[in-house]
């Protein structure tokens, strides 16, 4: 038979069996709480402090404009939105036939220039030959006007004769002053020069480059290998200069914007590693890269309407400021990216002896498009006119002198007997 103080001994066994099992749990729980606290603080203090991550990261790339550089009416599109081409791929093709015209017509003027500059070499040595004449011509008279000269004194001769005499030397030495002076200006026109480098070849030739060169411009190709993307001309369009067509992106050499605070940038160096997840393919794929530059300033900096922090209310806000990030050209292969795609970054912090900013700001270098002007082809055609219309001996330079071979100086007075 249980007793009074029995009884009460169990009850108050049972009462305090749950106070212990709840005291018991909520110094578990105390205890886990601490240990998860000193276990992330280890984690900190050893690995997790060298690590920074955004999630405010965008993919970037190049957007190549593609432009003409003459009015035109389009006549033939080749490619389209979300289409891969290639380096000089044809793209678009603008109506050539003024452009045509204007080749034919700066080619005529050009063998136009060369004939013109052809009659003025051979004009040279035709008043070369006048001024040879001339000049015997004068040497006649100064014979004639001293042999009338001895005579006069005999009776020989009337002083009328004599007069016509100096009269004709006076004349003959006139003649040879003007002959000169025709070859001079002639000769100032060439001299020094060839038919192929005169002014008025070079000046026609250069007619017939800009000519062959719009020409050129009515076909455009692709400058680098991409996608297509923002197209707005179609065929027919009569298009301006400078108005912007369509766009190649070259996906093959895309990076990674992420928009650190500027309190993370702290430890942050070129060349740490970093770890990029994107939206579009999922956890499951890793990009791996390596920091490659922080930008001059943050994005406020450079908007078209900066704060003007020193009017009103300021309020502090923390910037952010972009840091390039180049990602594995293999990977970046294996899973393309488009640009302006999402991501996620990890910065690895561990190793800060780089620099802030670094020269390689990109996988590969950008391409280096090939002049229009630098055609082969048009500067073998250009000589092809010249040595069409230059005739024999066109390559060889006028060095023609102004002096008379012969006979008196064009200044000389006249030598005559006096009566």
């Known amino acids: 038979m249980t007793t009074p103080e029995a009884t009460a001994t169990t009850r108050s066994q049972a009462a305090g069996s749950p106070n212990r099992a709840r005291s018991l749990g909520l110094w578990s729980l105390t205890a886990i709480v601490v240990l998860c606290g000193l276990g992330y603080l280890g984690y900190w203090l050893l690995d997790g402090r060298y690590y920074e991550s955004t999630d405010?990261?965008?993919?970037n790339g190049d957007v190549v404009q593609i432009t003409s550089e003459i009015p035109g009416t389009v006549i033939a599109l080749n490619v389209d939105d979300t289409q891969p081409v290639r380096a000089g791929q044809f793209l678009l093709e603008l109506d050539p036939a003024d452009a045509k015209i204007a080749v034919a017509d700066a080619e005529?003027?050009?063998?136009?220039a060369v004939r013109q500059v052809r009659g003025l070499f051979a004009q040279s040595k035709e008043l070369r030959a006048q001024i040879d004449q001339r000049e015997q011509a004068q040497r006649t008279a100064d014979d004639d006007l001293t042999r009338r000269g001895g005579l006069l004194a005999d009776g020989a001769i009337?002083?009328?004769?004599?007069?016509?005499?100096r009269d004709a030397v006076t004349t003959t030495r006139a003649n040879v002053a003007a002959a000169r002076q025709q070859f001079s200006q002639t000769v100032a026109q060439i001299d020094g020069t060839t038919i192929a480098d005169h002014p008025q070849v070079l000046t026609a030739a250069a007619a017939v480059r800009n000519a062959a060169l719009a020409l050129h411009r009515t076909r455009l190709n692709s400058p680098v290998s991409g996608m297509i993307a923002k197209r707005s001309v179609q065929v027919g369009q009569r298009v301006s200069a400078g108005i912007p067509l369509l766009a190649v992106v070259p996906l093959d050499d895309v990076w990674i914007d992420a928009n650190f605070k500027e309190g993370q940038l702290e430890h942050m160096r070129t060349g740490q590693s970093v770890t990029?997840?994107?939206?579009?393919?999922?956890?499951?794929?890793i990009y791996h890269g390596h920091v490659v530059g922080i930008a001059a300033g943050s994005g406020n900096a450079f908007a078209l309407l900066p704060a003007q922090n020193a009017s009103g209310n300021w309020i502090k806000i923390v910037q952010r400021v972009p840091v390039r990030i180049l990602l594995n050209p293999d990977e970046l292969k294996a899973h393309p990216l488009r640009v302006g795609l999402s991501a996620s970054v990890h910065v690895d912090l561990h190793d800060t002896s780089g620099p802030p900013m670094s020269s390689a700001v990109r996988n590969m270098p950008q391409p280096t498009q090939a002049s229009a002007g630098d055609d082969p082809a048009l500067d073998a055609r250009i000589a092809a006119i010249i040595s069409d219309n230059a005739g024999p001996k066109a390559h060889e330079p006028a060095r023609l002198s102004l002096h008379p071979q012969s006979g008196a100086d064009i200044g000389a007075p006249l030598v005559a007997a006096r009566p």
């Open 56 to 59: 405010d990261a965008y993919v």
């Open 108 to 112: 005529a003027d050009l063998a136009r």
């Open 158 to 165: 009337s002083a009328e004769e004599l007069s016509h005499a």
């Open 276 to 285: 990029v997840h994107t939206d579009v393919y999922g956890r499951d794929v």
